[in-house]
């Protein structure tokens, strides 16, 4: 079985093509259940585990197969379906991992390397997430669950015994900061989050931490809204109120969850014609977007989606980068480990399969004796015991070699070098 990893992110698609393929929480727990092996459907038989990673900044799907390329294209046909979108809009964005190579790079998101914002901290929550997702609709199992655990803790190690988490410049801390350039003094500034979610809570808090305290909280479910509202000190409005919310407020954050724009620009126009000099910065962190890129346009008016936030955070994060070194050697040592437990697990199922597949040789053969040569009961047992003894003897020097050079780091090479010799992959036995 080999480990699978198609996925985008920030690095390889822009957010046109990042918002199309996202995954709402109901997408994602009903498209996990095409990976429960007893209910797979059809064109992903050759999937047995599957995890499904969607953040604002990537989508990665995690899979065991029995064939990579032929689960290659069955995943990629499965996104397009999930996300209603062509392939050929999205897979030249794509990239494919196989075996050490993705569990290199699921470490490294951990780890944080791989963030838009070196270090960033929302990652860890995101990939617990999604593996507790994928363990509540089975999709999960022994081989996936022990990668998942194994880059969880590679992502608490880092931060335990690195600075890279110290004070980092989350998107929400840049874009704080912008806003502060644009509007000066924040304490008294009006703050509306549109959306109740985590990374919108989250930017609030960098408001928060540059003295905003007039926070206000529209969501669809108002009950939601109140509840954020609340730990905050501030106030919920409902939905329908939103445009009179909309012309009170200096900032505008907005992270919802809808699969379209819901600002467009005739409603900022009009939020906007009742205060014209005063600016409106809004802030844009969902994916796919809330706010129409052509709201720039209106005067007074200042707009940061996602991508645009990325270059200041670049700027800021200077300090963090003296810490990858430690970083990396932390990560190749929690490679290292998963890595001999899952050659270990491939040696086992090797050296099954290899046994299986000699035994279904010498049982062809005694038949075939058997049907041309008249033994008693006694002579066949004999012949029987004796076919057991020599193969198991032909056997004994590969297995002993195979678990020892596995245990000393070299079992990928000597697992593929047994399965090519005796065509294991094949699922063919001689006759």
Request: aromatic residues 4%.
């Amino acid at each position: 079985m080999k480990i699978l990893l198609v996925g985008l992110s920030h690095k390889t698609a822009p957010v046109e093509i990042r918002e199309r393929l996202a995954f709402t929480s109901p997408m994602r727990r009903s498209a996990l259940t095409h990976f429960d092996s007893m209910h797979s459907q059809a064109h992903l038989e050759d999937v047995k585990e599957g995890v499904i990673l969607s953040t604002c900044n990537r989508l990665e799907v995690y899979t065991l197969v029995r064939n990579p390329q032929v689960a290659q294209k069955a995943i990629i046909k499965f996104l397009s379906r999930s996300c209603d979108i062509p392939a050929e809009a999205f897979v030249d964005y794509l990239y494919i991992y196989r075996d050490e190579e993705a569990i290199c790079h699921l470490m490294r998101v951990a780890a944080g390397l791989d963030s838009m914002v070196l270090g960033e901290p929302q990652i860890l929550g995101q990939l617990t997430e999604a593996f507790e997702a994928a363990l509540s609709q089975r999709a999960a199992g022994t081989v996936l669950s022990a990668l998942f655990r194994a880059a969880i803790h590679t992502g608490k190690r880092v931060r335990t015994e690195t600075a890279i988490g110290v004070n980092p410049a989350s998107i929400s801390s840049v874009a704080a900061g912008l806003a502060e350039e644009l509007l000066g003094d924040l304490s008294q500034r009006e703050v509306l989050l549109i959306g109740a979610g985590e990374m919108g809570a989250v930017a609030v808090k960098s408001f928060i931490n540059r003295g905003v305290t007039n926070i206000t909280v529209a969501n669809r479910t108002f009950k939601n809204a109140e509840q954020l509202a609340k730990a905050w000190n501030g106030k919920a409005v409902p939905f329908p109120q939103l445009p009179k919310a909309m012309a009170e407020a200096d900032i505008i954050i907005t992270s919802t969850g809808a699969p379209h724009t819901i600002l467009n620009r005739e409603l900022l126009e009009t939020a906007q014609s009742s205060r014209p000099e005063h600016p409106l910065f809004i802030i844009d962190i969902a994916v796919p977007r809330d706010v129409d890129p052509n709201v720039k346009d209106i005067p007074g008016v200042h707009l940061c989606d996602i991508d645009d936030l990325q270059g200041q955070a670049n700027e800021n994060v200077r300090e963090r980068e003296a810490e990858i070194p430690q970083v990396e050697i932390i990560v190749e040592e929690e490679m290292a480990k998963f890595m001999e437990w899952f050659c270990s697990l491939d040696a086992v199922s090797t050296i099954t399969t290899l046994r299986e597949q000699m035994e279904q040789l010498r049982q062809n053969e005694l038949e075939r004796l058997f049907n041309r040569v008249d033994l008693d009961e006694r002579e066949k047992n004999l012949v029987a015991t004796m076919s057991h003894r020599l193969i198991n003897k032909i056997l004994h020097e590969p297995t002993l070699t195979l678990k020892k050079e596995t245990s000393n780091g070299n079992g990928a090479a000597y697992i593929s070098a047994v399965r090519q010799l005796f065509a294991l992959d094949n699922g063919t036995t001689s006759k």
